[in-house]
């Protein structure tokens, strides 16, 4: 009924940039928050920054080894998140997974729901 289908990941070297986005299809009758994880092999999926639907006052966070690199921003109309990511890292190599909270039309609650993920590699 949802899909969430990430793109724009790769190949980059140290200190480049990529912009990835997160698109969200389906039944959506309204989405709230919406986010980004992401899983290196061995860790834990960790969650690299958030954004709140503009009605709760669009409010970003980002975890602190982020701050001040990322970015992450969003547009309603087209039901999609992005991430700005610059200055990049070796350690920011990982899989990264959307995440948005999505009420379905016809539904009785608040869904999560999430994307496949989409490879990013940082290495020169």
């Known amino acids: 009924q949802v899909q969430l289908v990430e793109s724009g990941g790769g190949l980059v070297q140290p200190g480049g940039s990529l912009r990835l986005s997160c698109a969200a299809s389906?039944?959506?009758?309204?989405?709230?928050?919406m986010g980004w994880y992401r899983q290196a092999p061995g860790n834990q999926r960790e969650l690299v920054a958030g954004?709140?639907?503009?009605?709760?006052?669009?409010?970003?966070n980002y975890a602190d080894s982020v701050k001040g690199r990322f970015t992450i921003s969003r547009d309603n109309a087209k039901n999609t998140v992005y991430l700005q990511m610059n200055s990049l890292k070796p350690e920011d190599t990982a899989v990264y997974i959307c995440?948005?909270?999505?009420?379905?039309?016809?539904?009785?609650?608040?869904?999560?729901?999430w994307g496949r993920g989409t490879q990013v590699t940082v290495s020169s």
């Open positions: 954004i709140r639907n503009v009605g709760s006052g669009g409010s970003t």
């Open positions: 995440s948005a909270a999505i009420f379905i039309r016809g539904a009785t609650t608040w869904g999560n729901y």
């Open positions: 389906g039944s959506i009758f309204r989405i709230n928050d």
